[in-house]
């Protein structure tokens, strides 16, 4: 990250101003601040719409990077991300508004995906599999809108699954199966239709 100074971006985007603000967001060590200040012990304390910000910052930034600066100085900040995102609390879980969740979400599926490499040999995506956990938290709560949220969540990872997978391909059933193995073995469908269920859940 400190030596991020001497990557030249004019390859990469046509633009010269936007290339030199770039350069000199990493010379100010802005990759290594937003890195630093996600990953902290004091993290914990950070709000998640904040988090969110941070993420988008550094996603906006995906397509004007090459491979090797992604791999540099973008992904680890959403490697800290995830792992934010892994460990939010029980009270933040119960108390969160739908679209930072979603939001944080989707910035850091941006800053994850490379757009030059997509690994195809999960059964789910990094991203989609930490949510999906998020998804299983919701519903296990007993707050009827939270159950709704988790509902929310799993339908628009299955969308976005869908543009992730390709279709029509021979590992398409292999994949499926394992997926559907993937949520039995966390008993999502126990949270989803057990005991606790809501008419609201259903509608």
């Not at 991020?4 to 004019?10: G, M, T, V």
């Not at 992904?75 to 979603?102: C, H, M």
């Not at 519903?139 to 976005?160: C, H, M, T, Y």
């Amino acid at each position: 990250l400190d030596t991020f100074y001497k990557k030249d971006f004019l390859a990469v985007t046509e633009s010269k101003a936007f290339a030199i603000n770039l350069n000199f967001f990493g010379r100010c060590l802005g990759f290594r601040k937003i890195f630093t200040l996600i990953s902290s012990k004091e993290s914990a304390g950070l709000e998640l719409p904040f988090v969110k910000r941070l993420t988008k910052v550094v996603g906006n930034m995906i397509d004007y990077v090459n491979k090797e600066q992604w791999i540099s100085y973008v992904l680890p900040i959403g490697n800290v991300a995830l792992a934010y995102l892994q460990k939010i609390s029980d009270a933040e879980v119960k108390s969160v508004k739908e679209k930072d969740l979603k939001g944080l979400s989707r910035h850091i599926n941006r800053v994850m995906t490379n757009p030059m490499e997509l690994d195809k040999t999960r059964i789910l995506p990094v991203v989609e599999e930490a949510e999906l956990y998020l998804a299983i938290r919701m519903l296990s709560l007993p707050q009827v809108d939270r159950k709704i949220i988790g509902i929310e969540i799993f339908a628009w990872i299955l969308n976005r699954l869908k543009s992730k997978w390709p279709t029509n391909s021979a590992d398409d059933n292999a994949r499926g199966m394992a997926f559907g193995s993937w949520l039995a073995e966390h008993k999502f469908f126990e949270f989803l239709f057990g005991e606790s269920i809501h008419n609201e859940t259903i509608r």
